[in-house]
Every structure is written in structure tokens, then in C-alpha cells.
């Protein structure tokens, strides 16, 4: 069974941070891409951030570039969000999700193959 699971997210105040955790199992992490969405009340979901299976080709929405930095634990099989800098608009649930065999850019507008249940980030002004 694959399984995504997300933590780290809750509350935080404008300028804070956090490390969101995406756990996988189930596939071989290697073969695929894990991207971070978000999705604010009233707003379509977007492509915040992704890696991509094997090269780690790296990609970020524009309006985290500079903030946010992904990475990935192969040994862990998990895949990190460090989000600096928060402002009240990357409030958001939070999902992480997988990809076989795709870029990093893809990986933002392409269906995933699975996805996590999310985790809600909250950043108060």
C-alpha cells in the first residue's frame, strides 16, 4: 500500500518558520517525484514545490522562491518543506504527493499518482 503522510504543520506568526515532512512508503522512492501543493479556503490548489525522482531536479513556485527550500532523505524516504519567512497568504492545507518518473517542473502541473491527507499551516499576522 502507498502511503504519503505529512506533519509539521500548525501555527505560526508572519516572519516564522516550519518544517513540513512527507513520509513515504510503499514505492520506490527513487523512481519517484514528490512535489508539495497547497490549497487556501476559496483558492485552487498550486504546485508549491517539488523534487524530482532520481536527478533531484528542484522546482518552486515564485512566491516561495527564496523562502522555502525542499530536500529529501533517501535513507528516510521522506521529503522535507523548510518554510522561512512565512506571510499570512501561504496559509493553507498542505499536501505532499508522488509522481513516477518526473521532472521537478512537471511534477507542478502534471496529476500525481498519490497523494497525502494533508496538513494544515496556519501563519498569523
Known amino acids: 500500500e502507498v502511503r504519503l503522510v505529512e506533519s509539521g504543520g500548525g501555527l505560526v506568526q508572519a516572519g516564522g518558520s516550519l518544517r513540513l515532512s512527507c513520509a513515504t512508503s510503499?514505492?520506490?522512492?527513487?523512481?519517484?517525484?514528490i512535489g508539495w501543493f497547497r490549497q487556501a479556503p476559496g483558492k485552487e490548489r498550486e504546485g508549491v514545490s517539488s523534487?524530482?525522482?532520481?536527478?533531484?531536479?528542484?522546482y518552486y513556485a515564485d512566491s516561495v522562491k527564496g523562502r522555502f527550500t525542499i530536500s529529501r532523505d533517501k535513507a528516510k524516504n521522506t521529503v522535507y518543506l523548510q518554510m522561512n519567512s512565512l506571510k499570512p497568504e501561504d496559509t493553507a492545507v498542505y499536501y505532499c504527493?508522488?509522481?513516477?518518473?518526473?521532472?521537478?517542473?512537471?511534477?507542478?502541473?502534471?496529476?500525481?499518482?498519490?497523494w497525502g491527507q494533508g496538513t494544515q499551516v496556519t501563519v498569523s499576522s
Open positions: 504527493a508522488g509522481r513516477f518518473q518526473t521532472t521537478a517542473q512537471a511534477m507542478s502541473v502534471l496529476r500525481p499518482d498519490y
Open positions: 510503499g514505492f520506490t522512492f527513487d523512481d519517484y517525484a
Open positions: 523534487i524530482s525522482s532520481r536527478d533531484g531536479d528542484l
